[in-house]
């Protein structure tokens, strides 16, 4: 079965683990076996932090519909998403930023292009902000992100 996968070092098929490298080569999986493999990524529960939910209460209160913890279709973990609009919305915590600073760090950077990139409307919230600004200065600056 060309579709098998192996550990086998003598099978040159393109589908096959490669021990010497500790690759896998997705094409080798069935189309039921990756979704086996997506259902049981997805069953795993997220907790939302204090300030997602400080955040989502805001957007309830102006009346927008979101998700929590929604998953886009290629797999990626958005904090907030409004799928209608394709608005995901990243509620970014300390160690979003690299340590001393408020620059996002590189892992953080590449998830908003990567959201960008597959089409999402992205906007961050900074811990700074929802800890330092009265809950009025909060609605509005959610209202001028949306």
Known sequence: NNNKISDNKSNNNSNS????????????LQNESLEYCK??????????????????????????????????DEGLCVDIAVPSQKLAIEVYGPTHFIYGTQECDGRTKFKGRLLEQLGWNFRYISYVDLESKSDSQVEKMLKDLL
């Open 17 to 28: 683990f490669d021990n010497n490298s500790n690759s896998f080569d997705m094409k080798g």
């Open 39 to 72: 259902n049981v990524f997805l069953k795993h529960k997220y907790n939302s932090s204090w300030m997602q939910l400080k955040v989502s209460s805001y957007l309830g209160l102006m009346n927008i519909h979101h998700y929590l913890e929604y998953f886009t």
